[in-house]
């Protein structure tokens, strides 16, 4: 089963990973990605990195044998952005990889070549949360690097929330993490309150997008205030959505939900014991 959490190094991260990396502008890149990309030799993955290497991973002793990614080539020729080619992109080469007797893809994507400025949030979570489905189905390690001097500081909070795991222990980080846990399967943990809702609601959105019923496991969620519940409520409320059935919510998101009114009203959301 898949966890969530901080690690405070990239030697500890396992095939079907998918982690944030705030970098800080201290940072750099290089230190971190050395030894992520060399891992990728050690244990036979196949290393792909998509980011220009003449950009931030330039010091980084990249392995002979990696595939080397323009981020133009993955951004789509349309007039609006789409990171749909990326998905497209990281499917082929897990397929592929498995073919060529690697262990497992390992990928590093440098965001801030990747996202166009007139992105939207609920386009990049969208972007995040079908990516961390792709990584969970399929053998491949997944870290998205995001500058932080390029991103505000709520964008770096809501792509880290659809990440299962962030690199790094000093960042509060998100209130809550929602991510794949199988085929319309989602796990949601931490807290999801009125500063996360809005992040809840886009992420419900777009995984309602990828399967119209959902079964949302909250073991591990400590609270979901009116906020969430209400974005929640809305997502149910979209036509194409069959149902949503929560499992695993402890008695005080359950009496939340009651005291809303939510047991007695016609919805397509179900909490089950």
């Known amino acids: 089963m898949r966890k969530s959490g901080t690690t405070p190094t990239l030697d500890l991260v396992d095939v079907g990973e998918h982690v944030c990396w705030i970098v800080e502008p201290h940072q750099g890149y290089a230190a971190v990605t050395s030894a992520f990309l060399a891992d990728g030799e050690l244990f036979g993955d196949k290393v792909v990195i998509v980011g220009s290497p003449l950009d931030p991973i330039a010091s980084a002793e990249v392995p002979r044998d990696a595939t080397l990614v323009d981020p133009r080539s993955v951004l789509g020729d349309g007039p609006t952005p789409d990171l749909g080619p990326m998905l497209g992109l990281v499917r082929r080469e897990a397929d592929m990889a498995g073919r060529q007797g690697y262990r497992a893809l390992r990928v590093l994507a440098v965001m801030d070549q990747l996202v166009p400025p007139e992105?939207?949030?609920?386009?990049?979570?969208?972007?995040?949360?079908?990516?961390?489905?792709?990584?969970?189905?399929?053998?491949?390690?997944?870290v998205c690097a995001y500058g932080h001097d390029s991103f505000g500081a709520a964008t770096l909070d809501h792509v880290a929330c659809v990440h299962p795991s962030e690199l790094g222990t000093g960042r509060a980080g998100p209130s809550f993490r929602m991510f794949s846990s199988g085929p319309g399967d989602w796990a949601v943990c931490?807290?999801?309150?009125?500063?996360?809702?809005?992040?809840?609601?886009?992420?419900?959105?777009?995984?309602?997008?990828?399967?119209?019923?959902?079964?949302?496991?909250?073991?591990?969620?400590?609270?979901?205030?009116?906020?969430?519940?209400?974005?929640?409520?809305?997502?149910?409320?979209?036509?194409?959505?069959?149902?949503?059935?929560?499992?695993?919510?402890?008695?005080?998101?359950?009496?939340?939900?009651?005291?809303?009114?939510?047991?007695?009203?016609?919805?397509?959301?179900?909490?089950?014991?």
Do not use: K, Q
Request: with cysteine; charged share 25%; net charge negative.
């Open 119 to 142: 992105i939207g949030i609920e386009a990049l979570i969208d972007h995040e949360l079908r990516l961390d489905r792709l990584v969970a189905d399929h053998e491949a390690i997944m």
């Open 190 to 273: 931490g807290v999801v309150d009125s500063d996360g809702a809005a992040a809840f609601g886009a992420a419900l959105a777009a995984a309602t997008a990828l399967s119209p019923t959902l079964r949302l496991h909250l073991d591990e969620l400590e609270l979901m205030d009116a906020a969430g519940m209400r974005a929640l409520v809305e997502a149910a409320a979209d036509t194409s959505v069959h149902r949503i059935t929560i499992e695993g919510a402890n008695p005080t998101v359950r009496s939340c939900w009651e005291m809303l009114g939510y047991g007695n009203c016609e919805i397509r959301v179900e909490l089950t014991p």
